[in-house]
T-cell receptor, first 114, second 117 residues
Framework: AQSVAQPEDQVNVAEGNPLTVKCTYS??????LFWYVQYPNRGLQFLLK??????LVKGSYGFEAEFNKSQTSFHLKKPSALVSDSALYFC????????????FGSGTQLTVLP | NAGVTQTPKFRILKIGQSMTLQCAQD?????MYWYRQDPGMGLKLIYY???????DKGEVPNGYNVSRSTTEDFPLRLELAAPSQTSVYFC????????????????FGPGTRLTVL
């Protein structure tokens, strides 16, 4: 069975500093990886995905993620954090099923301090 | 487009009561999903549907039922509410790509916060 792990429940970073939210995965075949963001009292929003190709994936709101096959990681990054980036971030892996079900990590709360 | 809508936003149930969580999407998406979100646990898939009349169990289906009579609606039914079902429930949808296989971007509703006492 596939799984994702987000080792940090909470990440704090100062505004303007770079941020990293960590994710590691375990799959039996090719990994299909995603990042979603959840703002308070809202549903999840898609940020970016890795299916194949370049290891550095660019997404919405200036976020990017680096796929590292040897370390089975897919860390989310942003060069300069904004206070408005404060939210709950989920890493996910796609199921091999035909309906494209997702398996989510436990989430990381990002707080950007002014 | 309204996207994915869910009602109600909040609900408190007593043990043993039943209720239906409503989910609708106006994007003509074939694929729909129900997740529950527990603190520190991420999202778990309850049921999913690949089209009208077709549903299947996800990771945590016990205590729930679904139906999909139309493309737009995907209600989730709790027959005998239990405290373990206290959670936030999210509905999501996904559209087929050009080859008919679903894309990888799920669209989520705002959620229903359910408390069972």
């Amino acid at each position: 069975a596939q799984s994702v792990a987000q080792p940090e429940d909470q990440v704090n970073v100062a505004e303007g500093n770079p941020l990293t939210v960590k994710c590691t995965y375990s799959v039996s075949g090719n990994p299909y990886l995603f990042w979603y963001v959840q703002y308070p009292n809202r549903g999840l929003q898609f940020l970016l995905k890795y299916i194949t190709g370049d290891n550095l994936v660019k997404g919405s709101y200036g976020f990017e993620a680096e796929f590292n096959k040897s370390q089975t990681s897919f860390h989310l990054k942003k060069p300069s954090a904004l206070v408005s980036d404060s939210a709950l971030y989920f890493c996910a892996v796609r199921d091999g099923g035909s309906a494209r079900q997702l398996t989510f990590g436990s989430g990381t709360q990002l707080t950007v301090l002014p | 487009n309204a996207g994915v809508t869910q009602t109600p936003k909040f609900r408190i149930l007593k043990i043993g009561q039943s209720m239906t969580l409503q989910c609708a999407q106006d994007m003509n998406h074939n694929y729909m999903y129900w997740y529950r979100q527990d603190p520190g646990m991420g999202l778990k898939l309850i049921y999913y549907s690949v089209g009208a009349g077709i549903t299947d169990k996800g990771e945590v289906p016990n205590g729930y039922n679904v139906s999909r009579s139309t493309t737009e609606d995907f209600p989730l039914r709790l027959e005998l509410a239990a405290p373990s079902q206290t959670s936030v429930y999210f509905c999501a949808s996904n559209r087929p790509g050009t080859s008919g296989i679903p894309t990888d971007t799920q669209y989520f509703g705002p959620g229903t916060r359910l408390t069972v006492l």
